[in-house]
Each structure stands twice: as C-alpha cells, then as structure tokens.
C-alpha cells in the first residue's frame, strides 16, 4: 500500500511538473513586464534559449526570402525588432549568471555559447539576407536616413563582413570554429578567476595579528568566520576584504601573505590556473584577426573605435605614462624613507605600498580615508547620486522595492517588481514630467557566486521600432564593504566613486532616446562608452554636493568643511601610483594583442618583459596582472583597456565646462550633456557629439592636472 502510494504520489508530482509552464516562455505579469525571477529555475535557461534561436532563425529566414525590394524598413526595422524572446531570455540569464550561478546556470552557459556563435553566423552568413543588407548600404546616400538609421545600417554592415560575409566557404567555417573555441575560453577563464578568488581565505586566530585595523574591519571579519562556521576573523580576496588589510595591518608577513595570493590568483599551477589559457585566447584572437587581414588582433579590434589604431591609443598612453612613472618613483623614495625611519630596515616592497602611503598620507594631511567612511553610508551616497541626477538630468527615481522587502500580501505583491537576490533593491526612474523612463536594480554586496568587480548590465535594452517597443530596464552591480550588526555599509572613498561610475552608466541606459537597440544607451565604441560613468565620479567628491548627502550615520552630522578640506588636499596624493598601475595595465593589453606571432608566448615571461620594456618599478604591479584581467580575457575590453583614460580625457574636459561656469551643479550645462551625450547612445559619431556638448575638442590638459600630474 505504502508503495502504491509513493508511486501516485510521484505520478502526481511529475504531471504537474510537465503541466508547468517555462515562465522565460510567457508574458510576465509583473509591473512594467519586469522579470518574474523567483519563478525561474535554472533547468528554465536552456530550453529557453533553444527556443528564442529558433523562433529568430525563422524571423531572419522571412527577412532574407522577401521578394519585395530591400527597403529599411523590412530589412532593417525587422532585424532590430526580431529576436525579442532571445533578448529577453540573454538579458535575464547573463545578469544572475554574473551575479548568482549555480552549477546548472554554469553549464547552461557553456552549451549556450556553441549555440549563441552558430546562431551568429546563421544570420552573418546567410548570403540571401546579406545581399539585402548590402543593397541599403550600398544605395544609403539616397534613402534619406536620419544620423541614427546611417549608424544602424553601418553598424549591420560590420556585422555582417565581421561575421564573414565576405569570407570564402572555408573561410566561413572556420571563423565558426575559432568563435566557439574562444568563447569556451573565456567563459573558463572566468570560472578559474572566480575558484582562485575564492579559493584563498587568512583566518586569523591571535588579535594580536590585527594590530591597525580599523574596527568596521575587524568587525566585517569576524561576521565573515561566524558565517564560515569559523572561530576568528576571516579575510578574503575581494576587495572591501583585502584592500584595508593591506593598508592598516600592521603584520607585515601577512601583509605579504594576502599581497602574493591577490598578485597570483591563476597563476598557481593548478586546476584553476590560466597561464594556458591566455595563451589560448590570444592564439584564436590572431586567427580571427588574419582572416580578416589584420596584423594583429588589437588593428582588427581597433578598426571602429574612436582611437581607431592601436598605435594612436599606445601613443596617448605613453603620454601620460611618463609623467607618472617619474611621480611614483618620487613617491617610492618618500614611502623608503618612512619606513626605515619607523624602524624598518630593508627596502620597500611591493605589500608595503599601501601600509605606508596610508601613513604618510595621515602624517601629511591628518586625514584618514576611515574619517570619512561615517559620512559615506550606502544609502545616504546612493540618494546623492540620485540627487545629482535629479538636478543635472531632471530624472527622480521611486523605490519599488528596498533590498530584504518582503511582499506581505497581494496588493503589495502586485507592485513589486520580482528580484533575483533578497539584497537587490528596484526603482522606477521618472522624467521631469513624470514619465516612465526605466527600472533600475541595485545590487551591492559581494558573494560567492557573484564575480568580483562592479558594472552595469541592460536586462533589457530600449528599442521603439518596428514591433519592438520596450523601455530599458538596468541593474548595478557592484562588491561594496557590506553592513556589520547595527553598522549599515560604510563606503570609502574609492567604492564611493564607483557607485557613481556605474550610475553613470546606467543613466547612459535609461535616458537614451534612441529607437533602435543596436545603437541605444551603451551601444557605443568601446572607448567612449566610459565618458558618462567616469565625469560623473567628479560630483561624488565635490564639496558643495558632499555637503547635500555626506551625513554621519549616527548623529546625522554634515560632512564637516575640516575634512572635507583635508581629503581636497589629499587628494593629489599617491596619484603616481594609481596612474601607473592602470596606465601599465593598458599596455599590458595593447601588448598582448599586437603580437602577430604567439609560439613561443609564456605569460609570465611575456608580461615580465612588458614590464622591463616600460621601465615599471617593482614595488607596483600591473593593476590587473594578466591571470585575472577579467576585463580582456572573459570581458568585452580586449585592446580595449585603454578606454578608460582615453574616456578620462574626455571627462576631465567636460567637468571643466561645470567648474567653467561657477557651478558644479549647473542645470544648463547638465541637460546639454543630456541631450548631446547620454540621449544619443551611439546613433552618432561619438567625436561629433562630444563637440556638440562642449564646442570644441577635448583638451588632454585637464586629465593631467586632475590627477596632480602637471
């Protein structure tokens, strides 16, 4: 009898299991049509996705077999709106990819990206829909198109010659091949970065151990072994862990201990190492590149990007290399001199940096990054961004749902969007006449499933063509130091910025007023793409804005002027350093990728060798050493690292035009940059609408008086 019972009972299970619906399939009911994320599982994804190719291969099939004569609007109209269910399901899938993957959901991306690079050329190498393309591209002068409709019919062109379009039958093939095998590589890349980041923890039993560190950081450790189920405190390799420990632990050994395992992570000869890998990568990005009659990957990468060479964005960078190498040597001797007055005997080493400049800093200015941390709570920066925004953009932004809410009943569950994660909050951005313009989703904390860093992702992308009407839905993610007991997250200086940063490219996402997706919010060249994020980091450290968020946790207190006029002097301070690590970094990339020949290539010599080429000192390493650049190697930066100071020339200048003006918080001025920059997306020549914005070319001037350069 028990048996018969179990087996209805499992009977009943399975049919109202296969009577279920993939909720990836169906139209969210959920406000706004936002994701219904508690109703995924992770076995969802993959027949998703299996769907979403098939449904676009037929949408690509009925575009390419139309017997009527190519006009934009059935060819290119219908390719933007096509592929709705695949953006969707990509969209979702991606961000908790990043944020929150199982072992299902990391498997599913290993098959999905085979699937993703054979959908890719069933479109680029259907020669039917190709000819189409051509047809509008070739006769474009006479089709009176607007700025935004050229951009979008050349961007197609691209896409389809860099698909292989142009390329023989066997040519065709094995761009396939190569594209599958690189993808496969950089997803493992990323997978060893992720086991490596977190393979390593330093348990401390001995207070003593502790000597310098602050108490919000003993306090972070000591939850962080509570919940490991360990007796202590426990530190890490993300960086709200590792940073402070190298700036105030007073243990130099471990300082070296923690130093060496963040500067080796996949460089450690075993199962997560990437030294093969890279070399991998590299190899498949030259094949690619000499397919197409490039000399190297970073020409072939290059090609449409504002700096358009890689020896026009080498030759930028050595331009400020120079001044900041000399200023970090300076530096180094004063960091020498500290530490054998404090009776140190020896020389400097690399672990020592952040100790001692986190000394001379305060013998210098008085001033201690953690006096500011008070004033810098997570949710009184975040309502500053939003402040900032508010006044520059004119946008305000409604919380639908506040990290760790719980719906308690129907009504409320009916206008709160879903989230993937309890620490994910969601907002509802506003224009000035109260329109709808987006949802954006915050997600703050490191996990163990999360991949280090902060960025900004579509879930879903504006687009109003077509079919297609869809309004941008964005998140932020970020690994800011998390709250402790009755201590909310307090952040430093630095996670401050980045907060700011990634705003800034959200608010690149949801003000576009683009139509087309190809072209809208962040779709655009790579090195322009940082413009929006990096000027908005100005505001997060200006005074008179400071003064509007920056409150004391527990007493509410301003952000007193002493302070304030301590960081301002401080904050020249160490720049040769920070300059030189990310300066040497982004050669480190252009070097990787204009090599045109990779037989002999071992990563550890080659990037010892770059090192020794650029004269870098030993006591700084590259930010990113080339074992976890994520960035290049399972990101979408490759001889594109780059972009980052060649985006800072650009926002260095455009801050000047606030300061210009006598105020910072200029509302003239913010809604030029608006309407220029962050409306347009990529719907025109990035150069032709930074000109329209501040009415001449960017100055490099700014960039090297901004970081106390000249």
């Not at 961004?385 to 520059?392: E, G, I, T």
Request: charged share 25%; hydrophobic share 40%; with cysteine.
């Amino acid at each position: 009898m028990k048996k018969l019972l179990a087996l209805l009972m499992a009977t009943l299970a399975f049919t109202a299991c296969s009577q279920r619906e993939n909720p990836l399939l169906t139209e969210s009911t959920a406000p706004f049509g936002a994701p219904e994320f508690s109703q995924i599982k992770s076995t969802d994804y993959l027949p998703a996705f299996e769907e979403a190719f098939k449904q676009q291969k037929a949408e690509f099939d009925e575009i390419a077999n139309n017997t009527e004569e190519p006009t934009y609007a059935n060819v290119i109209d219908a390719l933007e709106s096509s592929g709705k269910l695949l953006s969707k399901v990509s969209g979702i899938f991606y961000n908790v990819n990043e944020t929150d993957a199982d072992d299902i959901m990391r498997e599913t991306e290993k098959k999905v990206s085979t699937m993703e690079t054979d959908h890719s050329a069933y479109m680029t190498q259907n020669e039917k829909l190709f000819q189409r393309v051509k047809a509008l591209y070739d006769n474009k002068a006479n089709l009176n198109l607007t700025r935004e409709q050229e951009m979008v019919l050349d961007k197609y062109y691209r896409m389809f010659v860099r698909g292989g379009a142009l390329l023989d039958d066997a040519q065709k093939k094995k761009l396939v091949e190569l594209n599958k095998e690189l993808s496969l590589a950089t997803i493992q890349f990323g997978e060893n970065s992720l086991a490596e980041t977190n393979a390593f923890t330093l348990l401390i039993t001995d207070k003593k151990d502790l000597a310098g560190l602050p108490d919000d950081v003993m306090s972070a450790a000591q939850e962080r072994a509570e919940a490991a189920g360990k007796k202590g405190w426990l530190f890490t390799l993300q960086k709200p862990s590792w940073e402070p420990f190298l700036k105030y632990a007073d243990n130099r050994e471990l300082r070296k201990q923690m130093y060496l395992a963040y500067t080796h992570r996949g460089n450690n000869n075993n199962n997560n190492d990437n030294k093969a890998v890279i070399k991998k990568i590299l190899e498949l990005r030259l094949q690619i590149a000499k397919l197409f009659g490039f000399n190297n990957f970073a020409e072939y990468q290059l090609e449409d990007k504002m700096a358009k060479t890689p020896e026009a964005a080498y030759d930028m960078l050595m331009k400020i290399w120079k001044p900041a190498i000399e200023q970090a040597k300076k530096e180094r001797d004063d960091l020498q001199k500290l530490m054998n007055e404090s009776g140190v005997e020896g020389k400097l080493e690399a672990w020592d940096w952040w100790y001692y400049a986190e000394k001379l800093r305060q013998q210098r200015f008085a001033f201690d990054e953690a006096q500011i941390k008070p004033y810098f709570s997570l949710e009184n920066v975040r309502k500053g961004v939003f402040m900032v925004a508010n006044k520059l953009y004119g946008v305000t932004f409604k919380p639908l749902r506040l990290a760790g809410t719980i719906a308690k009943d129907n009504e409320m569950k009916s206008q709160m969007p879903d989230v993937y994660h309890p620490e994910v909050s969601c907002f509802e951005v506003l224009d000035s006449d109260g329109k709808h313009l987006a949802l954006y989703y915050t997600d703050y904390f490191p996990r163990e499933t999360k991949r280090a860093g902060a960025w900004m992702n579509n879930i879903y992308e504006a687009g109003h063509v077509g079919t297609l009407d869809q309004d941008p839905m964005i998140v932020n993610v970020c690994n800011f130091t998390p709250p402790t007991g009755d201590m909310p997250s307090l952040l430093n200086i630095d996670e401050a910025r980045t907060l700011f940063h990634e705003f800034g490219h959200a608010t690149h996402g949801f003000l576009t007023k683009c139509k087309y997706p190809s072209v809208s919010g962040t779709s655009v060249a790579r090195d322009f793409v940082e413009l929006p994020s990096q000027v908005l980091e100005h505001w997060a450290v200006e005074p008179e804005v400071m003064k509007q968020f920056a409150f004391h946790y527990k007493t509410g207190e301003v952000i007193p002027d002493s302070l304030i006029t301590k960081m301002q002097a401080a904050s020249s301070f160490n720049t040769g350093f920070e300059t030189t690590e990310l300066v040497a970094a982004s050669l480190l990339d252009l070097e990787y990728h204009m090599q045109n020949n990779y037989t002999n290539f071992e990563a550890n010599a080659f990037e010892q060798s770059v090192a020794d080429k650029l004269g870098l000192i030993p006591e700084i390493a590259f930010r990113y050493r080339g074992t976890y650049f994520n960035h290049i190697f399972s990101g979408g930066y490759a001889a594109g690292y780059y972009s980052y100071l060649w985006a800072e020339v650009l926002d260095a200048d455009a801050f000047e035009a606030y300061k210009e003006s006598g105020n910072v918080m200029n509302e003239e001025i913010g809604r030029r940059f608006r309407t220029n920059i962050l409306e347009k997306g990529g719907g025109e020549d990035p150069m032709e609408l930074y000109r329209a914005f501040r009415g001449a070319d960017p100055n490099p001037d700014a960039l090297l008086k901004g970081r106390g350069l000249k």
